[in-house]
């Protein structure tokens, strides 16, 4: 469900002609919608206050992190889960209540810890005990104690592509949940410790709802377990990881409303509060990546469309062989033909699609990448020194630059030629 559609033979965001931003931005830019993101968030918090589920949705700001779209969701209620230093400033900068706020992640340093304890934040889910003792250790230095869950890995298979599967036991992330009484009863001892909840996280793009329901049955054992071992489990947070329709072709993943289902079916057992922690969910059909075809080029028995957004603005057909519809802004006529769509980034992996099925489209035609609206532009670069892309915020028939591109100049500006440098063959005649 978007708000992505054509209007008087035009592909439109909201009420907006996507022509008209084209016109006045350029492209490539990205380009999200109020009411998308809106109605996501709604529909999911909706599915589970009817469950009469004690909840608290964290959007996974790592998603798409833009200032207006935190502030938007916060505005609506949301907390948010973290995974940097730098985003905990984007949400408390966006207003964002710190004790909404819980903080993931492998690698957090030292620093970063603090950052989290000076602003309050919920909870920090903790993935080693490696970080357990450094989290105890900055709080006792700072005379409190840090709330804390610890993200247990299920074990089970998300049938999701290897680079976003996370709850398989060989991966980075969590500890064993046959190994987490053991922990919980070490953490317990910790003098800057303060247990709160049970944390777990299984993956990305999971499009059935029967992993998240066999790990929410492990996390139910394994609370029972804690609680008789005497940790007081404020919380669980099950994490995120609903997928989103991106293939036409393809049939659609659940819907938010049936994945708060399966939460709510084990909310009971849980007996606490639960956190939520969607990311892809809300954002990634709340936006999309539109671009110009440069040049229409005939290859041999193939045809590319080269077009001015590149690998450096949406890496995800690169990383992790994404498929993105891509819709003309105005349909042509014709029947369709097979093509390769192109950036012109100097690297044969520099596509959005290929052997694509697309009416005929010519140089100067607007494109509409679907579904870009999650780890597209928080991904971008500026590889080739290319502009970082723009981005874009409709409302109705409102709209506003929410990022401007930043261009050549200011990225050649940012750097600096040290004096050994410019001293280089300065004793020889410069030629
Ligand atoms: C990435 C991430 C999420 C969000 O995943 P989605 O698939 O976008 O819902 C939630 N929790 C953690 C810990 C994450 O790393």
Redesign the pocket.
Known sequence: MHHFHAQNGQLCAEDVPLEDIAREVGTPVYIYSTATLTRHYRVFADALAGASVPHLICY?M??NSNQAVVSLLGNLGAGM?V?SGGELMRALSAGVPAHKVVF?GVGKTDAELAEGIDAGILCF?AESESELAALSAVAVQKGTRAPVSLRVNPDVESGTHAK?A?GAKETKFGVPASRAREIYARAAQMPGLKVVGVDM?IG??ITALEPFDAAFNVLGDLLDALRSDGHPIEHVDV????GVPYDDAVADPPRPEEYAAVVARHSNRFGCQVLV?????IAANAGILLTRVVHRKEGDGKTFLVVDAAMNDLIRPTLYDAHHEIRPVRPAGGPSEIVDVVGPVCETGDYLALSRPLAPQDRGDLLAIMTAG?YGAVQSGTYNTRALVPEVLVSGSEWAVVRPPMLPAEQIKRERVPDFVKAVGQDMARS
């Open positions: 996974a790592k998603a889960d995974v993931a889910n976003i996370t996280h990305s793009q994490g995120g990881g609903l922690e969607p990311g892809r969910m999650a």
